[in-house]
DNA sequence: GCATGTGAATAGATTCACAGCG
DNA sequence: CGCTGTGAATCTATTCACATGC
C-alpha cells in the first residue's frame, strides 16, 4: 500500500510531540484520507489498536517500519550528476529515513571526482565495482531520458534490484526488478488536464446562465 | 488518465521518427501496458483509430494534447530555490511541453536577485503581483516540509488553481484547488517494502528446499 | 485478414455499517 | 460510550472476447 509510508510520517510527528495513542479519525485527517481506509489499510499489519482508544503511536511506528523494511538501511546509488543528481544527493530526508547515498555517478568526465553531498562523484563504468561493494540494492536514474535504458540495463547487470527512474521516458526492466517512475512532466499534464477541464465546466455554467449569449 | 501523458510521449518520439500510423499493439508495447488498455483508454477521446490500420500517429498526439489542455501554454511558479528548485528551474522538458516557469521564489533574501535559467529569484511576498502579472495558474512547491502549508495557502490566496507539491508534507488545499504530490522518500520506501518482500519469500523458499535446516 | 471499439466479465479498491471489545 | 476490525455493498479499473468495419 502506497500510504503506509504517509502514516509513517504522521505517526513519527506525533511520536516527536510525544503522543501515546492516536485514533483512525485523526490519524486520517492528518494523512488526508477517510478514516475506514486507515483502519483497513492498519488491519493489514494485523490488529495493533485498542477498542475505544486507537492506535498506540510508537507500536505502529516499529510495525509500519518492519513491514516497509526500514529496520535495515538501503545503500542508494545515483546515476546522473546534473542538476537532479545535485538535489537528490544533497536531500536530507534521505538519510533521515535509513537510504544511505553511497555513489553518484556520471559519465561525464570532467563531473568525475566533484563532491555533491557527503559523496564524490565516481564514473559510470566503475558501476559494477561500487554496487558490489557497498551492497547497494536500489538505484536511482537522473539522467536525461536518452540514456535511461541504458543506464537501467546496466544497473541491472550490477546486480541491482530496485530501480527510481526520473528520465521521463518507460524503461524495461526484467521482472525480478522492482521499478517506480516519477515523472515532473506527467505530474504537470495531468494538473494541465483538470485545469483545462475546471475551464470548460466554467464556459459551459456560462453558457447555460446567459443562452443565448454566444453566437 | 494517468497514462495519456505516457502515449504522448511515445507518439511524439513516433511522429519525429517520420511513422504514419501505430497500432494498439506497437504502442502498448512502448508504454509498457497492455493493448486492450490503451484502446480503452484512447476510445474516451473519440474514435479515432481505424480499423485493420491503427491510429494517424499527427492525429492522436493533436487529440490528445487538446484532451490534456496542452494547446495553450502554462505559466508556471516554483516556490524554493533550494537544490530542488534550481533542478526543476533548469529542467528543459518543461518548456519543452508548454509549461513556461516565468518565476523563482524564495523567503531567503539572499537568493533573491540570483539567476536560475532563464528566471532571476524573486521574493516570496511578491507572489500575488508575481501569480496576477503572469496569469499562472500552477504553482510548484519545492520547499522543506515546514513550510509547505504555510507556502500552499498563499499560492491559493495568490489565486493558483493547480499545485504540485514535492514537500515531504500533506498539504490541504480548498477542493477547487487540484493538488498532487511527488515525494521522494515513499517512493524509495515501496521499493524497499518490495526488496523485504522479496528477500522473505527467497527466505521461505530455502527453508522449504532445505528444511529442517532452521530448526 | 487485421486491428479497432466495446459490452460483458473480472478483479481490485473504497466506502458503508455495525458487531465486538475495552 | 468510543473506537477498532471487518463482512457486505459499492464503485472504479482492468481484462477478455468478439462483433464491426476497413
Known amino acids: 500500500m ?4 504517509v ?13 501515546q495513542t492516536v ?23 494485523g490488529s495493533y489498536g485498542t477498542r475505544g482508544v486507537g492506535y498506540d503511536v510508537e507500536y505502529l511506528v516499529y ?12 545503500p542508494v546509488v545515483i546515476v546522473g550528476a546534473g542538476h537532479l543528481g545535485h538535489a537528490l544527493g544533497h536531500y536530507a530526508g534521505f538519510q533521515a529515513r535509513g537510504f544511505r547515498t553511497v555513489a553518484v555517478v556520471d559519465v561525464d568526465p570532467r563531473k568525475v571526482g566533484t563532491r555533491i553531498g557527503e559523496a564524490v562523484v565516481e564514473h559510470l563504468d566503475d558501476l559494477d565495482l561500487i554496487v558490489k561493494e ?5 538505484g536511482i536514474i537522473a539522467t536525461p531520458a536518452h540514456a ?32 517506480r517512475k516519477v515523472d515532473l512532466s506527467t505530474e504537470l499534464q495531468i494538473l494541465s488536464f483538470h485545469e483545462q477541464r ?11 446562465a446567459h443562452p443565448g449569449g454566444g453566437r
Request: net charge positive; with cysteine; glycine share 8%.
Open 148 to 179: 535511461a535504458q541504458e543506464v537501467a540495463d546496466r544497473l541491472v547487470a550490477a546486480g541491482i534490484s530496485a530501480i527510481l527512474n526520473f528520465a521521463p521516458t518507460v524503461v524495461q526492466v526484467p521482472g525480478t526488478v522492482s521499478l
Open 7 to 19: 502514516y509513517l510520517r504522521c505517526l513519527v510527528d506525533m511520536a516527536e510531540r510525544d503522543l
Open 2 to 5: 502506497a500510504r503506509l509510508p
Open 198 to 208: 475546471k475551464a470548460a465546466q466554467l464556459a459551459l455554467g456560462r453558457r447555460a
Open 23 to 45: 485514533s483512525s479519525d485523526r490519524l486520517a485527517g492528518l494523512a488526508g484520507v477517510g478514516p475506514a481506509k486507515v483502519r483497513k489499510d492498519l488491519s493489514y499489519l
Open 63 to 74: 510495525q509500519i517500519r518492519r513491514e516497509l523494511g526500514l529496520e535495515q538501511d538501503w
Open 134 to 138: 557497498h551492497h547497494a540494492a536500489i
